[in-house]
Antibody
Framework: QPQLQESGPGLVKPSETLSLTCTVS??????????WGWIRQPPGKGLEWIGG??????????YYNPSLKGRVTISVDTSKNQFSLKLYSVTAADTAVYYC??????????????WGKGTTVTVSS | DIQLTQSPSFLSASVGDRVTITCRAS??????LAWYQQKPGKAPKVLIY???TLQSGVPSRFSGSGSGTEFTLTISSLQPDDFATYYC??????????FGQGTKLEIK
């Protein structure tokens, strides 16, 4: 079972760009079985799927939550076994714990089977 | 977008109780539903996928059922370690892979 680890600044100023990286260890990010995603959780609230990259039929295609209105970009660096999140023009509403996770695949069904521990990002001046 | 509605949002129960959490989808998602358990300060952990398949290593007191638009997670006999928040997630179509709002299970 691979491990995922988020990294990046814990404090971002309003209107700036939030940048996080997820490093995958114990497995290759290049396997076309898996999709690699970002999920966030504002303080005291539920989980929100931000987006993801990769998958069975469309390697390295990206998928984003429409609610983020084009403010997000997810990319992959296979040479470093990492994938990254950029969230632009952040506001206090983007303050959350950010998780990276792997979408697993078994017998035709998907599920988020491996998660990072999460990293807290606060948007504040 | 597919909306998931969990009920109840809060549940108070005792060790040994049988509890059921419901997740309703705004449109049919076949069996593309997963259930997660989250404890404070920790990442979610998958319990069930494909609506009813138990993830390896998860105790058999957890079970899932349903298809289409209505799904249930059942814990047959609550243990102290089970008090946590539970989420359903649909993986039928994206974006986005939406989550339910969560059910917090507390000790009575």
């Amino acid at each position: 079972q691979p491990q995922l680890q988020e990294s990046g600044p814990g404090l971002v100023k309003p209107s700036e760009t939030l940048s996080l990286t997820c490093t995958v260890s114990g497995g290759s990010i290049s396997s076309n079985i898996y999709h690699w995603g970002w999920i966030r959780q504002p303080p005291g609230k539920g989980l929100e799927w931000i987006g993801g990259i990769g998958g069975l039929y469309y390697p390295w295609s990206t998928y984003y939550n429409p609610s983020l209105k084009g403010r997000v970009t997810i990319s992959v660096d296979t040479s470093k076994n990492q994938f990254s999140l950029k969230l632009y023009s952040v506001t206090a509403a983007d303050t959350a714990v950010y998780y990276c996770a792997r979408r697993g695949y078994n017998y035709g069904y998907f599920y988020m089977d491996v998660w990072g521990k999460g990293t807290t990002v606060t948007v504040s001046s | 977008d597919i909306q998931l509605t969990q009920s109840p949002s809060f549940l108070s129960a005792s060790v040994g109780d049988r509890v059921t959490i419901t997740c309703r989808a705004s449109q049919g998602i076949s069996s593309y539903l997963a259930w997660y358990q989250q404890k404070p300060g920790k990442a979610p952990k998958v319990l069930i996928y494909a609506a009813s398949t138990l993830q390896s290593g998860v105790p058999s007191r957890f079970s899932g059922s349903g298809s289409g638009t209505e799904f249930t997670l059942t814990i047959s006999s609550l243990q102290p370690d089970d008090f946590a928040t539970y989420y359903c997630q649909q993986l039928n179509s994206y974006p986005p892979y939406s989550f339910g709002q969560g059910t917090k299970l507390e000790i009575k």
